[in-house]
């Protein structure tokens, strides 16, 4: 099985919000993690989409990029410590948020710090993208600890 089918099994499994924003693992590449969701399970009342679930599949994004990063270890917690959201117009189709990699120097010394300490945190950075242009950004902060 890929990273795309191990993390979409993983989600369904044990993130029920996933299910019902229909949230799809499109591709988990060097070039980062890509999830859709389609527009009508996470409509507002303007026709756009809820600003929540931009913010949840961004999040799930970051997430989801960390988690496969990560897991081949056991006993280990990924949890958002804090997040940061610009919405900057409306989102009238797929939702598509891509996560993209954080520099290599930063992926190897938050993973020597989890090593070493048995926790460790790493900004990551995610946007939905429509039409080509960004229309949300994200930035979070997560924390990974070992039980």
């Not at 931009?54 to 989801?64: F, K, N, P, V």
């Not at 056991?74 to 949890?79: P, Y």
């Amino acid at each position: 099985m890929n990273a795309a089918a191990r993390l979409q099994a993983y989600m369904l499994a044990h993130i029920p919000l996933v299910a019902q924003m229909q949230v799809q693992v499109e591709s988990a590449d060097a070039a980062g993690l890509r999830l859709t969701a389609p527009l009508a399970p996470n409509i507002n009342h303007e026709q756009s989409a809820f600003g929540g679930s931009l913010a949840s599949l961004m999040t799930l994004a970051c997430w989801g990029y960390l988690w496969l990063q990560l897991e081949e270890q056991k006993g280990l917690h990924i949890v958002v410590k804090e997040a940061q959201l610009s919405y900057l117009k409306p989102v009238t189709t797929t939702l598509d948020a891509r996560c993209t990699p954080p520099a290599d120097e930063e992926l190897q010394r938050f993973l020597e710090t989890l090593a070493r300490r048995g926790k460790a945190r790493l900004s990551l950075k995610a946007e939905v993208l429509q039409d080509g242009a960004v229309a949300a950004a994200y930035t979070g902060s997560f924390a990974v600890y070992r039980s």
